[in-house]
């Protein structure tokens, strides 16, 4: 059944402080959060959504967990009465690794929450420093832990390209995240955001953001730790809206095709791995088989990803072929005389 979020923006209410990164309002294109429109939002969306679809009302953009404990009640309640009349089938929300108690668990509990989205961002202490999280990782491992012994479905959400990152701290973030028991993932490159302390440090040159053509190579490596483990990657980069379409001033990896690109990459990385490991004979065609969904992802934009194997490898033929045996991301290659 197809799912669909229904999503509320809550644009930093809860936050403690502000992470160097983030600006929740350019973010979300959202200005200012009223309770009051809340249903009003909840009823628009349900009335543009699929009856058939299973949808989940989601609070998503800040804390929510670290708000004031009346106004969350007052939000759960309002999403409540929607599961309820049975319009929604359950609820889901963000938040950060501190904001994660038993006792916060115990309260969510009680509604229909079915799914929390958890900040963990990085595995690595320097990289959350310098990062101004104000959490560790300890806190994230104990807050993912928890969540899944208090029967919620766990998603974590990464991001790649922070202060004092690399790739094998981001491929260690999202292996600590599989030992934490993740069901799902989200991965965010960074985005810099005007406004913010990163811009600033990206403006003195104590920060080089990332290039698009590195935020797709970064990704691509740790969507294979995701997909290697059969989790499933929701998300990679942040939504189109509004409130990004009008920024002129971004830096970083910023594409609205970025989650396209990164894939690109994967398919890209797999296929080099496993052409390396088959070393097919010079007058054999390689032949690259996916899912048949997959084809043109494989293939890449433009057919980038055929094209960059030809210049590798210019005196062998390869064959990219959909195959109804393989779902997912899976690939599989094997040589065939021409
Ligand atoms: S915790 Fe989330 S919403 Fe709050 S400042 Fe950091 S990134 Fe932004």
Redesign the pocket.
């Known amino acids: 059944m197809r799912h669909c979020n229904i999503p509320i923006f809550v ?2 209410l ?2 403690p ?3 160097v ?2 600006n ?1 309002r350019t973010i979300t294109g959202q200005k200012a959060f009223s309770v009051d429109t809340v249903c009003k939002t909840i009823e628009q969306q349900l009335a543009t959504l699929p009856p058939d679809a299973e949808k989940e009302i989601a609070f998503f ?3 929510f967990t670290a708000i004031d404990h009346t106004l969350m009640q007052t939000l759960l309640s309002l999403a409540e009465h929607y599961v309820r009349l049975g319009e929604v089938a359950s609820i889901r929300l963000s938040t ?1 690794p501190d904001a994660i108690d038993r006792e916060i668990l115990s309260l969510l509990g009680q509604y229909s929450v079915k799914t929390i989205e958890l ?1 963990i961002q990085s595995s690595d202490d320097t990289v959350l420093s310098l990062s101004e ?2 959490h560790t990782a300890a806190q994230a491992e104990t807050a993912s832990r928890l969540i899944k012994e208090h029967g919620f479905s766990l998603v974590g959400q990464m991001m790649l390209g922070l202060p004092g990152s690399t790739e094998e701290l981001e491929i260690q973030t999202a292996q600590s995240m599989l030992r934490w028991g993740i069901d799902a993932a989200r991965i965010y490159p960074t985005v810099v955001f005007p406004e913010t302390a990163l811009y600033k440090m990206a403006k003195n040159r104590s920060y080089r953001p990332l290039s698009v053509t590195e935020a797709a190579t970064r990704c691509a490596a740790v969507l294979e730790c995701f997909y290697a483990a059969n989790i499933p990657v929701i998300r990679i980069g942040l939504c189109e809206t509004e409130g990004l379409r009008e920024e002129k001033n971004l830096l970083g990896a910023y594409h609205p095709a970025l989650g396209e690109l990164c894939l690109n990459q994967y398919y890209l990385r797999v296929i080099l791995r496993e052409l390396s490991r088959l070393s097919p004979a010079p007058h054999e065609t390689v032949v690259i088989e996916v899912a048949p969904s997959a084809l043109s992802q494989a293939l890449g934009q433009k057919k980038s990803n055929l094209l960059t194997l030809k210049t590798l490898y210019p005196n062998r033929k390869f064959l990219f072929t959909p195959s109804q045996k393989l779902c997912g991301k899976e690939v599989k290659l094997y040589s065939k005389e021409n």
Do not use: K, M
Request: charged share 10%; glycine share 30%.
């Open positions: 644009p930093h809860g936050c402080h502000t992470c990164f983030c929740q953009g800040g804390s950060r900040g999280r104000g």
